[in-house]
């Protein structure tokens, strides 16, 4: 399927079958699902070109088949265990399974864009305990202050593996909703699925 192929129905199946799969251990390996995010993600798309660059974490399936990846090229990067840090060049899309990895990358390919003075964009997806890290802070510190070609979209589903994300930092609102920034952009979603796993197989 194409970029603008997709919907919530499309990408719930496709999820669904990865989710079948790992429980009948056929995928031996980490996976991180999605749920609850489609339209979201879905509206941020229509304004993601193929010539954009998008950075990830470790749950990234729905970006990747967003951004054009073919969905059997997909499954089997799935498969052969790169579900947490997938990364197709020729999609200019990249993730990371280390926390907060991607932002630096992110910011760093923002400002390349910027010297080379060419029409692109970087979107850079974080999850909402990320972005109270200080390598959040300080890549959106900087992309905003040289006024970079990135948006930085925060997907808050208010944990951080079991962790509840606002008693951690004893807030009741996260940084990014104190301070309004132009290039960020956040939303707030549930998932029927765990941090790992399916549910059904013991996963970290």
């Known amino acids: ?13 496709y999820e669904s079958e990865i989710a079948g799969s790992f429980n009948r251990g056929e995928i031996k390996f980490p996976v991180h699902l999605s749920d609850g995010n489609e339209e979201q993600l879905l509206k941020i798309f229509k304004n993601v070109a193929q010539s954009d660059w998008v950075f990830c974490s470790w749950r990234s399936h729905y ?12 499954s089997d990067a799935i498969s ?6 997938l990364s197709f060049l020729n999609y200019r899309i990249f993730s990371t399974a280390i926390v907060g990895g991607q932002l630096p990358i992110a910011v760093g390919m923002a400002l390349a864009l910027k010297e080379k ?9 974080v999850g909402d ?16 202050n040289f006024d970079l070609p990135i948006t930085f979209i925060i997907e808050d589903n208010g944990k951080s593996v079991l962790t509840d994300t606002r008693s951690t930092w004893n807030s009741e609102l996260l940084r990014f909703e104190k301070f309004a920034n132009s290039k960020v ?3 707030k979603y549930e998932s029927k699925y ?10 970290f």
């Open 1 to 13: 399927m194409q970029m603008n192929e997709w919907n919530i129905e499309s990408l719930k199946a």
């Open 63 to 74: 970006q990747c088949l967003l951004k054009g990846v073919d969905p059997k090229e997909l």
């Open 80 to 85: 052969s265990g790169r579900s947490i840090a």
């Open 117 to 125: 003075k060419v029409d692109e964009h970087v979107w850079c997806f």
């Open 129 to 144: 305990m990320t972005s109270e890290s200080g390598i959040a802070q300080s890549s959106i510190a900087f992309a905003t």
């Open 185 to 187: 952009i956040s939303f």
């Open 194 to 203: 765990p941090h790992a796993g399916a549910g059904v197989r013991v996963q």
